[in-house]
């Protein structure tokens, strides 16, 4: 498993942008698959993004098609969510998460390492 830590999580207004950050651990980080998953008070995790070991794979929730956009860079470790458009129902908490065994899926369960997962708050 690697360790994940989230970042860029904050207070923005409909219409707006913000980009996260998702700093990974260890020296195997270019081999996970990793992923955006969001969850908003009361409500179960949602998949948002994720992305393969290369960047040449990706998969979109249609909710942020067009909206989000998930890139990775494997010499920092670093994994990127750019959120523009942002609606009042984007407000969740952001989790990153990585898979060591491809792609994954839409189910959380399929995730085996989580971050502690950063804020996003979008007002109308």
């Known amino acids: 498993q690697v360790h994940l830590v989230e970042s860029g999580g904050g207070l923005v207004q409909a219409g707006g942008s913000l980009r996260l950050s998702c700093a990974a651990s260890?020296?195997?980080?270019?081999?996970?698959?990793m992923g955006w998953f969001r969850q908003a008070p009361g409500k179960e995790h949602e998949f948002v993004t994720a992305?393969?070991?290369?960047?040449?794979?990706?998969v979109y929730a249609d909710s942020v098609k067009g909206r989000f956009t998930v890139s990775r860079d494997n010499a920092k470790n670093t994994v990127y969510l750019q959120m523009n458009s942002l609606k009042p129902e984007d407000t969740a908490v952001y989790y990153c998460?990585?898979?060591?065994?491809?792609?994954?899926?839409?189910?959380?369960?399929?995730?085996?390492?989580w971050g502690q997962g950063t804020q996003v708050t979008v007002s109308s």
């Open positions: 998460t990585a898979n060591s065994d491809g792609l994954g899926s839409s189910a959380p369960s399929t995730w085996g390492s």
């Open positions: 260890g020296r195997t980080f270019s081999r996970y698959a």
């Open positions: 992305i393969n070991w290369s960047g040449g794979r990706i």
